[in-house]
């Protein structure tokens, strides 16, 4: 059993499109953290979050911290072939952090030109 | 060059076998990981070691044991491979007071 769940599992949308996806948990985080991984490579960060109901943006991609730091989500705004890729996100330690983080299964975006 | 890497990239065995993936990181942190994904189940820890002298199971550590050789070195073993042992292996390392980690490459493992 997953502490964090993330959907949708698949995502396949055309270019120009927006898309958003979920990670959500019964455990309270003290941080969140999502990575983007590519064909033949690891995951590579894209953002932190730590505070409850913080909002960070990185040009296209907008992410949130859930209130209570059970959830978050991304969301992408007008998609590009380069965002195509398996997204993860990754809670640190429950409460505090322990510098272990917990996976959810991935969610996987194709961008279609 | 990169940060992490790890050897080999690919390697296909049979059941049975002994198995090492190595890990190397110029990044100088003290913290290093092992994961294996496989697909639908994201990445799940295996090992874990804070420091030299520091090693730690993680959530799926049997059938697999590790060597901390230096700050920079962290292998995995597999002392007889199985075929579910068959993933993509990942190492990691994280340092300060961070819990970003930065990964390698990864290993393709295929067990026969």
């Known amino acids: 059993t997953q502490l964090l769940e993330q959907s949708p599992q698949f995502l396949s949308i055309q270019e120009g499109e927006n898309l958003t996806v979920y990670c959500n948990s019964s455990?309270?985080?003290?941080?969140l953290q999502w990575y983007r991984q590519e064909p033949g490579e690891g995951p590579v960060l894209l953002v932190t979050?730590?505070?409850?109901?913080e909002v960070k943006k990185l040009k296209r991609l907008t992410f949130q911290f859930g209130d209570a730091r059970k959830d978050s989500s991304l969301h992408i705004t007008a998609a590009q072939p380069g965002d195509t890729g398996l997204y993860l996100c990754a809670g640190g330690g429950l409460l505090r952090a322990d510098y272990k983080l917990s996976f959810g299964a991935g969610t996987t975006v194709t961008v279609r030109a | 060059d990169a940060d992490v890497t790890q050897t080999p990239r690919n390697r296909i065995t049979k059941t049975g076998k002994r198995i090492m993936l190595e890990c190397s990181q110029t990044?100088?942190?003290?913290?290093m990981y092992w994961y294996r994904q496989d697909p639908g189940l994201g990445l799940r820890l295996i090992y874990y070691s804070f420091d030299v002298k520091d090693i730690n199971k993680g959530e799926i550590s049997d059938g697999y044991s590790v060597s901390r050789q230096a700050q920079a070195k962290f292998s995995l073993s597999l002392e007889s491979a199985i075929p579910n042992q068959t993933a993509l292996y990942f190492c990691?390392?994280?340092?300060?007071?961070?819990?970003?980690?930065?990964f390698g490459p990864g290993t393709r493992l295929t067990v026969l």
């Open positions: 990044k100088g942190h003290d913290r």
């Open positions: 455990s309270v985080f003290s941080s």
């Open positions: 979050v730590v505070t409850g109901g």
């Open positions: 990691a390392t994280s340092g300060g007071g961070a819990d970003t980690q930065y």
